[in-house]
């Protein structure tokens, strides 16, 4: 069964007693919410998701509540809870859908230690998996957006697990997260797309959410091999241009944005090399979105 076969009263039934058992990729959320905004967001965006049974296990029991108290009704609020801990403060009660989607993130990165966890999107096209690290405002969520609604899978938006064993980038297809600007650029790129509405005066500005494809959904089961490492970079007006980047500013740049590099040591610091050694690395600076997707598409052709 699947988020899509419920009726909305049978969803809103099961998030606010026993909980919704999700699952994406490799995890299992116990998700529970009285409130609207989540019940709708995880309409939208995990339609596609599996339920697992309601007293299986879950690897994270999470909950979206109001905080008790005069906040309920004076200036609302949310709160993000954890096995009934509340490890973030309380945010507007508009931002509800993104305060799970944030906690989500927070659960895996923190928690998942199974996986080496990298802060990058991850896209894959023919079994290749083309890894996008950046930091904030370089583009790389609007870049993986672009490609995924031109056909390359989602592997994941934020936070790309590596298999301890093979290398290999294990999906944990899950909404893309668009900024600001980003969301009407994607809305323009492709008008098919489902993107949720917008919240506004976040702590990162403006927000929304892209439904995964439901092909990417379907295929979590199915890990790609890291082919490229790219640092891309937005520039408005810039053309499209990858430029090689040495492998041990690659590696350097990878150990930097990896949630838990230092748990694994030595066996954390032989994998970043073996991803590496495997990949073609570059720093890729674009101001088009069309241009872009063009030079992966003939990347992947030629792979």
Not at 74 to 92: E, H, K, T
Not at 205 to 218: D, Q
Request: charged share 20%; proline share 7%.
């Amino acid at each position: 069964m699947i988020v899509a076969d419920l009726s909305h009263q049978e969803l809103v039934h099961r998030l606010a007693g026993a909980g919704l058992r999700l699952r994406t990729g490799p995890v299992v959320n116990r998700i529970q919410s009285r409130l609207a905004k989540v019940v709708h967001g995880l309409a939208l965006h995990y339609a596609d998701c599996t339920i697992e049974d309601s007293q299986g296990f879950a690897d994270f029991h999470v909950r979206v509540a109001p905080p008790r108290g005069l906040r309920r009704w004076i200036g609302p609020q949310v709160q993000f809870q954890f096995d009934g801990a509340r490890p973030f403060l309380p945010l507007p009660a508009n931002q509800a859908f993104a305060m799970l989607e944030w906690g989500l993130n927070w659960c895996v990165s923190s928690h998942c230690h199974q996986y080496l966890i990298v802060h990058a999107a991850s896209v894959e096209r023919s079994g290749l998996a083309l890894l996008l690290p950046g930091s904030p405002g370089s583009g790389k969520s609007t870049l993986c957006a672009g490609l995924v609604s031109r056909g390359w899978r989602l592997l994941s938006d934020e936070l790309t697990l590596l298999d301890l064993a093979t290398g290999h980038v294990v999906p944990l297809p899950r909404p893309v997260s668009l900024k600001n600007a980003s969301i009407d650029v994607i809305r323009r790129f492709s008008p098919g797309v489902e993107v949720g509405p917008p919240v506004h005066d976040t702590v990162k500005g403006s927000f929304a959410h892209m439904r995964p494809p439901t092909h990417s959904v379907r295929r979590a089961t199915e890990a790609a091999r890291p082919r490229w490492i790219v640092l891309p970079r937005y520039d408005p007006g810039a053309a499209a241009h990858l430029t090689p980047l040495s492998r041990a500013r690659a590696f350097m740049h990878l150990a930097d944005h990896a949630f838990n590099y230092d748990v694994h040591g030595r066996r954390g610091f032989e994998l970043l090399a073996q991803v590496i050694d495997s990949s073609d690395c570059f720093e890729f600076e674009y101001g088009a979105l069309e241009d872009a997707v063009a030079v992966f598409d003939d990347a992947a052709r030629r792979a």
